[in-house]
């Protein structure tokens, strides 16, 4: 059945959603530096103008709360979105905390960047689960194991 898992994925999927990671028992530091977010800054929510500038729209999701969460909410999505390799995405998480220290001076931790992919993965994949109900679509399908193979990255 090509809308089912295999019994090793069923069982990585069983740990997802039950959340075990190692990750998760190392502490967050204590940070004074929330702000205002997007909250849903997916790819397809800054696009390029004709002049090359981004557009931000879609603020129905906006919070206060600490860049390590924008930044995750963006890797999912362009994870998500593209065949993009880890090492690339590694490459573009370092590039925006470069720029955005440069101009900020906010000091980005990466184990927070990676405990909010690994809850974004893990609230996207419960949803897709829950309104898929028995059947899953080959889109949703194609999603969480897109959403396993990362988790799996940054978990191993």
Sequence with gaps: NKNSFDKKSMLFLDKILSFEMKISNKPIKEKKEMTGI????AIYHAPFTSNN???LYDFDN????LPEKEIAIFLCSLWQSSDLTYPRLLEIRNLFCESYE?????SFEIDTIDREILKRLRSSISYLLKVSSRH???????????????????YD
Excluded: P, V
């Design 38 to 41: 997007h909250g849903d800054l």
């Design 53 to 55: 500038e981004l557009y």
């Design 62 to 65: 906006r919070c206060w709360g």
């Design 102 to 106: 440069k101009y900020t001076k906010y």
């Design 136 to 154: 899953l679509s080959f889109e949703s399908l194609s999603w969480i194991n897109r959403a396993m193979q990362l988790y799996k990255l940054i």
